[in-house]
């Protein structure tokens, strides 16, 4: 079975400084997506990022990026010229691409906070 | 549309007792999902419905639980006999069942078991 692993149960940054969350993964597929999910206090979780398996560029989006390697099965998320709207939780998941399965696996998450 | 909403957002129940929650996806999604959250700890993932069809269901829904979706829209998840081991957020994701499947995730409804 797949399982995710977040080592990092708190973190915390300073307002316009950079920060990264672990994750590491495991599984036998060759073939599937991790996302990071952000869950704000009593808000509802939106997708942040996410990476398909079989591309080898690390995934971007604006502040977020990703860190994706495949043979260490890590997947880390850097948030730069943090703001304090980033607080939050955050969630690692994994996808399998193929198989039927359409269920998320998520990480126990990190409870991020930021600094002013 | 504004999202995936659920209802109630908030259900308290005495031990015994059945609850229903109800799931509204985003109006053109076809894959509706849910997830149970414990404190602590990440989603956990019950069941997965496309259209009315429920394709995939977790060993972490016990004969006490129950999910439908009976027209391809809305979805009821109803626990029976509650236990104070049921407490916890549910959650309802829809999706449009593309390739990378990004999931849309509603608020959640808190059940507490006292």
């Known amino acids: 079975a797949q399982t995710v692993t977040q080592s990092q149960p708190e973190m915390s940054v300073q307002e316009a400084e950079t920060v990264t969350l672990s994750c590491t993964y495991d599984?036998?597929?060759?073939?599937?997506?991790l996302f990071w999910y952000k869950q704000p206090p009593s808000r509802q979780m939106i997708l942040v990022i996410r990476q398909e398996a079989y591309k080898q560029q690390n995934a971007t989006e604006n502040r977020f990026s990703v860190n994706f390697q495949k043979a260490a099965k890590s997947f880390s998320l850097k948030i730069s010229d943090s703001q304090l709207g980033d607080a939050a939780m955050y969630f690692c998941a994994y996808k399998a691409a193929q198989g039927g399965s359409e269920k998320l696996v998520f990480g126990k998450g990190t409870k991020l906070t930021v600094n002013p | 549309d504004t999202g995936v909403s659920q209802n109630p957002r908030h259900k308290i129940t005495k031990r015994g007792q059945n609850v229903t929650f109800r799931c509204d996806p985003i109006s053109e999604h076809n894959r509706l999902y849910w997830y149970r959250q414990t404190l602590g700890q990440g989603p956990e993932f019950l069941t997965y419905?496309?259209?009315?069809?429920?394709?995939?269901k977790s060993r972490l829904l016990s004969d006490r639980f129950s999910a439908e979706r009976p027209k391809g829209s809305f979805s009821t998840l109803e626990i029976q006999r509650t236990e104070q081991g049921d407490s916890a957020m549910y959650l309802c994701?829809?999706?449009?069942?593309?390739?990378?499947?990004?999931?849309?995730f509603g608020p959640g409804t808190r059940l507490t078991v006292l």
């Open positions: 994701a829809s999706s449009l069942g593309l390739t990378y499947n990004e999931q849309f």
């Open positions: 419905f496309q259209n009315e069809a429920q394709l995939e």
């Open positions: 599984t036998s597929e060759s073939d599937y997506y």
